[in-house]
T-cell receptor, first 108, second 114 residues
Framework: AQRVTQPEKLLSVFKGAPVELKCNYSYSGSPELFWYVQYSRQRLQLLLRHISRESIKGFTADLNKGETSFHLKKPFAQEEDSAMYYCALNTNAGKSTFGDGTTLTVKP | EAGVAQSPRYKIIEKRQSVAFWCNPISGHATLYWYQQILGQGPKLLIQFQNNGVVDDSQLPKDRFSAERLKGVDSTLKIQPAKLEDSAVYLC????????????FGPGTRLTVT
């Protein structure tokens, strides 16, 4: 069975500092990986997906199949990045599994 | 485009009572998901529909939970009878199809079982 692990429940950085949110997964097939974000009082929404290889709001994530990781990075954190971040995996059959999330706080 | 709609937004019931949640996905989205999110945890998939067929319901407690997707559009999730441990936010999401497509989430229904 597939599994997504986000080892940090809470992460706090200062504005302008680099930030990395970790995501490790286990799945025997070729996964589709996503980062979702939930800002205060808003719905869960997609931040980025590995297949697009895009940068959204300055965030990037690289799929490392050797280390089975999909860490989310941003070189200079902003206060508006404070939110809950979830890593998610879709199997070949389309089944979704989410991690337990990391709460990011960016201090002024 | 209109987003995923859910109702009610909040519900408080006593244990052993029944409750139903409704979801209206984005028009044209074939895949619909129901998740349970317990405080401090990530969303846990309960059931996934592709059109009006069930793709995965392996984590649905079938002795008390049931779900259906009417004509491949709206969906209802029912709990009967509710237990204290069912207190959670129930999220509905939809996507164009499953796989590499993003999921669009509704606002959720916060259920409190007393």
């Amino acid at each position: 069975a597939q599994r997504v692990t986000q080892p940090e429940k809470l992460l706090s950085v200062f504005k302008g500092a680099p930030v990395e949110l970790k995501c490790n997964y286990s799945y025997s097939g070729s996964p589709e990986l996503f980062w979702y974000v939930q800002y205060s009082r808003q719905r869960l929404q997609l931040l980025l997906r590995h297949i697009s290889r895009e940068s959204i709001k300055g965030f990037t994530a690289d799929l490392n199949k050797g280390e089975t990781s999909f860490h989310l990075k941003k070189p200079f954190a902003q206060e508006e990045d404070s939110a809950m971040y979830y890593c998610a995996l879709n199997t070949n059959a389309g089944k979704s599994t989410f991690g337990d999330g990391t709460t990011l706080t960016v201090k002024p | 485009e209109a987003g995923v709609a859910q109702s009610p937004r909040y519900k408080i019931i006593e244990k052993r009572q029944s409750v139903a949640f409704w979801c209206n996905p984005i028009s044209g989205h074939a895949t619909l998901y129901w998740y349970q999110q317990i405080l401090g945890q990530g969303p846990k998939l309960l059931i996934q529909f592709q059109n009006n067929g069930v793709v995965d319901d392996s984590q649905l407690p079938k002795d008390r939970f049931s779900a259906e997707r009417l004509k491949g559009v709206d969906s209802t999730l029912k709990i009967q009878p509710a237990k204290l441990e069912d207190s959670a936010v129930y999220l509905c999401a939809s996507s164009l199809v499953s796989g590499a497509y993003e999921q669009y989430f509704g606002p959720g229904t916060r259920l409190t079982v007393t």
